[in-house]
């Protein structure tokens, strides 16, 4: 079992920067790839950004793509989401994701354990 705590969220104004954090329990967190996923106000959870056990492989969606990165810290047990070069349309709670197969996914069905969330609002 895995539990996730999300932080790091908050109101921004367009331009400008977040850094989210996600703080995972459990001795097996290195094995475990980690993604972010958001949801909209009246739209349904996408696609973020997601790295491989080792950190060595990351994927990020089209819309994401040069402003966010992903990054994480085994040692601490944490995955790390910049956010640069914010914009309104990326208001969202974000959700910190962790899978059992030890890649990277973009597919949130294969994401087992899921954190609470945390509001970003990028005001413009």
């Known amino acids: 079992q895995v539990q996730l705590v999300e932080s790091g969220g908050g109101l921004v104004q367009a331009g400008g920067s977040l850094r989210l954090s996600c703080a995972a329990s459990g001795r097996t967190f290195s094995t475990y790839g980690m993604g972010w996923f958001r949801q909209a106000p009246g739209k349904e959870r996408e696609f973020v950004a997601a790295?491989?056990?080792?950190?060595?492989?990351?994927i990020y969606a089209d819309s994401v793509k040069g402003r966010f990165t992903i990054s994480r810290e085994n040692a601490k047990n944490s995955v790390f989401l910049q956010m640069n070069s914010l914009k309104p349309e990326d208001t969202a709670v974000y959700y910190c994701a962790a899978t059992e197969r030890n890649y990277a996914s973009r597919n949130q069905r294969l994401f087992d354990y899921w954190g609470q969330g945390t509001q970003v609002t990028v005001s413009s």
């Open positions: 790295v491989s056990p080792s950190g060595s492989i990351t």
